[in-house]
């Protein structure tokens, strides 16, 4: 045997693998074999990590296979798989190298045979999430430290127990118990009594209100929980005013109160601790919180003095200061004397040279010069000033003479305009235009006549034409007419009537 094993002759032809070769080789034989199948069975085990992934088993009666949903797929499933659920798994079958298994990922999962009551249940939830029951806007915020907590449960299991135990370890509160029966027939009946009773307490009564409610059960079969799948509780937790935390079941049981709720809770000590903080870890947080305070207090004040303290030594002293400007000022004031002295005699010698070259003659004489310049320059400087003034002030005189014609031109346009206007008017409404049409105006002992009978009763008429008026005899007689004037004779007009201006006339 040994000498078989030394021979390095002995499989020289067989190939060698790596473990990765070897196990990627078999990753693709499986997976291109069964790239797509369907898969039959129970859900076994059900683990959800935190990275959102679900890895479950599917078994029958003699084998186990793993299965993987990633996070993308299990958030879009309907119905999440729990153990002892008979399903359909679609996906594709693949390899783990890391643990030397096969395994399914699921992309599709529901369940084998949909009962009467997953029908229904699953029929309820749709029409309650359809009415708005499930929204997240409808949904209260848990009070921070309730001082009153009502609990909708029975009395005798195990729940009430676990739920007083947590909270008496957390934060000792007031609990308000509500006995029902959390299996059988009366189940759903009694809850959303339950629910209803403790809303309808009034604040601060005999019996006070609770601040929250958790209504709790333990774990259980689908038949054991179906009193918390009624439409009667779901609609009484939606109705509440009370903020409520559902806890039924273990983190794995599903109810429809839980999506009523406004927390959910996945088992009943959950509960208790979703519902009160930790007293002693808010004790020891308000404790942390003043020792960090009065740290930062006395930290910041020593700082401060420190900083006061070395801006202190970097400053110098006052009497420092002042000492070299003392010294300076009584060293001026040693010097100020003589100084004086020696300025004063420094000036006066200055003084009696200046004053010993003039002469009275020659000081004359510049006086005089100056005196006659001084005034060639004031008469130049006057006449120019005056020219320039004169000119200035004739070109604002022209300007202003021009700019008053325009505007007196302009005004005159303006009234010839409206005279013209108004004269056309007077001419259009007055009645001697209407005797150029042939019409006439009667007049009857000086009054103007319109009727037959004002005609008959005056004593005498006058007739008014345009070219004139003619005076008639008594009333009623007529004269004869007047001989017509020769053809070649033109017919004069009255002097008091202007003869009518055939373009644009003038005022002027």
């Known amino acids: 045997m040994s000498d078989l094993i030394d021979d390095p002759s002995e499989g020289a032809n067989a190939p060698e693998f790596s473990v990765s070769e070897l196990s990627g080789a078999i990753k693709r034989l499986i997976e291109g074999e069964f790239a797509h199948v369907r898969i039959r069975g129970e859900v076994g085990r059900v683990s959800r990590p935190r990275s959102g992934h679900l890895y479950l088993d599917l078994k029958d009666d003699k084998s186990v296979i793993n299965g993987i949903i990633w996070k993308g ?13 008979e399903v359909v798994a679609v996906g594709r079958l693949t390899t783990f190298a890391g643990q030397s298994r096969y395994q399914i990922v699921i992309e599709e999962i529901r369940p084998a045979g949909v009962g009467a009551l997953m029908a229904m249940l699953e ?12 929204a997240p806007e409808r949904k209260k915020p848990l009070p ?23 909270l008496r370890d957390r934060f000792p509160r007031k609990v308000l118990v509500w006995p029902v029966a959390v299996q059988g027939e009366k189940s759903a009946a009694e809850v959303a009594r339950a629910i209803a009773g403790f809303n309808a307490l009034s604040p601060g009564g005999a019996l006070p209100r609770p601040d929250l409610l958790i209504v709790a059960r333990g774990g259980g079969s689908v038949e054991d929980l179906w009193g918390f799948n009624e439409e009667i509780v779901a609609r009484a937790v939606a109705a509440s005013d009370i903020p409520l935390i559902s ?52 930290g910041g004040v020593e700082r401060r003095g420190q900083r006061l303290r070395d801006l202190a030594r970097a400053i110098p002293r006052a009497e420092t200061l002042v000492e070299p400007a003392r010294q300076r000022l009584d060293r001026a004031g040693e010097r100020l004397p003589a100084a004086l002295r020696h300025g004063v005699q420094t000036r006066r010698v200055a003084l009696s040279d200046v004053s010993g070259s003039l002469r009275p003659s020659l000081l ?45 031109q302009a005004q005159l346009v303006t009234l010839n305009h409206r005279l013209e206007a108004t004269d056309r008017l007077r001419e259009t409404l007055s009645y001697k235009a209407t005797l ?73």
């Open 73 to 85: 797929v299990a958030t879009r499933l309907q119905v999440q798989p729990e153990e002892g659920m």
């Open 123 to 134: 029929k309820r939830k749709q029409m309650l999430a359809a009415e708005g029951l499930f």
């Open 144 to 166: 921070y430290l309730p001082q009153i907590i009502g609990v909708v449960t029975s009395p005798s299991g195990a729940v009430i127990r676990d739920i007083l135990h947590r």
């Open 247 to 298: 806890a039924v079941g273990h983190e794995t049981d599903t109810t429809l109160i839980d999506f009523v709720s406004d927390k959910r809770a996945p088992t009943p000590t959950a509960a208790a601790e979703l519902a009160v903080p930790v007293r002693l870890e808010l004790l020891a947080w308000v404790n942390e919180q003043s020792a960090r305070m009065s740290t930062a207090l006395t």
């Open 364 to 408: 004359s004489r510049a006086v005089s010069g100056e005196q006659r310049r001084l005034a060639n320059i004031s008469a130049r400087l006057n006449l120019q000033a005056v020219q320039a003034d004169i000119a200035r002030k004739g070109a604002d005189l022209s300007r202003l003479t021009k700019r008053m014609g325009e505007i007196g």
């Open 436 to 508: 150029e049409r042939g019409y006439a105006v009667v007049r009857g002992d000086g009054a103007v006549v319109t009727t037959q009978q004002a005609a008959a009763a005056a004593s005498a008429l006058e007739i008014e034409f345009a070219d004139g008026r003619m005076a008639l005899g008594s009333a009623g007689a007529v004269p004869p007419p007047a001989s017509k004037p020769p053809a070649s004779k033109p017919k004069a007009k009255p002097a008091a009537k202007p003869e009518k201006p055939t373009g644009q006339g003038s005022l002027f």
